[in-house]
């Protein structure tokens, strides 16, 4: 390993998973499966990690002794779900985070701000199943607060969800983003979500949901701002 210790050797050999995972490990950088790990994966990289995860899946398929090679259905299964995976449902671990423009708060708006519910797509760490749900925001800027653009909140809840994860840690990764990019004086997330681990699989509870939520500065210390965002979303 060279001194400023980034892995050397020959990038043919090495699967380009072990070379990503590599400069994680170098760079004392976490990688579980809720991080977004964008920055330590070069050009071009994307399209080999495909390639590598067709080829994985390809084995697992066998593995589970489906006969790819004559039933035409699951022939190119393998791919489609690599490319589903690192290009759709997993995204937001393998690029950066969507521009977000902010801009100062010139009218000095301080009143109630709602925006949802915006509808969002993940997966459970625990088994890979789908959580599709809604997402309602409650912010209360202050007159040094930035503001982003409407549309920007979708985007990087979309961003954040686009992993495998469990749902507690998945809305206070959203409200340490929003509360670092906006400064407000309160902020509010709250997230309801239907589980496919439960309904697809083990108690196959087909009604059951998860509803949780976060509650920062004012949100927390104001009970009736509080019970305004709360009456407010469930309109």
């Known amino acids: 390993m060279s001194a400023n210790l980034t892995p050397q050797y020959n990038s043919v050999a090495i699967p380009v998973s072990q070379r990503i995972r590599d400069r994680l490990i170098a ?18 990289e994307l399209n080999e990690l495909l390639e590598e995860v067709s080829t994985r899946l390809q084995g697992v398929l066998e593995s589970l002794v489906i ?10 299964t393998g791919r489609r779900v690599a490319k589903m995976f690192i ?3 997993f995204s937001g671990r393998y690029v950066p985070m969507p521009a977000v423009t902010e801009f100062p708060n010139a009218a000095q708006l301080n009143e ?23 997402i309602w925001i409650g912010v209360m800027p202050n007159e040094h607060s930035n503001l982003i653009g409407l549309s920007k909140f979708a985007r990087i809840a979309n961003w954040i969800m ?25 902020l509010a997330v709250v997230m309801e979500a239907d589980h496919f681990c ?29 019970r305004e965002f709360l009456s407010l979303i469930k309109r």
């Open 27 to 44: 760079s004392k950088t976490r990688f579980h499966a809720n991080d977004n790990i964008a920055a330590h994966i070069r050009e071009g």
């Open 198 to 226: 439960m309904q697809w699989r083990g108690v196959k509870d087909m009604d059951a949901q998860m509803v949780n939520s976060v509650m920062r500065g004012s949100f927390l210390k104001d009970p009736a701002l509080r």
């Open 87 to 89: 290009n759709e449902v």
């Open 162 to 186: 686009s992993r495998p994860q469990i749902q507690e840690e998945a809305v206070v990764q959203l409200a340490d983003l929003l509360q670092e990019k906006m400064q407000p004086d309160g």
């Open 112 to 134: 109630l701000m709602i925006i949802g519910p915006v509808t969002v797509r993940s997966s459970c760490s625990h088994h890979l199943c789908p959580v599709i749900g809604k």
């Open 67 to 76: 006969d790819t090679a004559s039933d035409h259905n699951t022939r190119d």
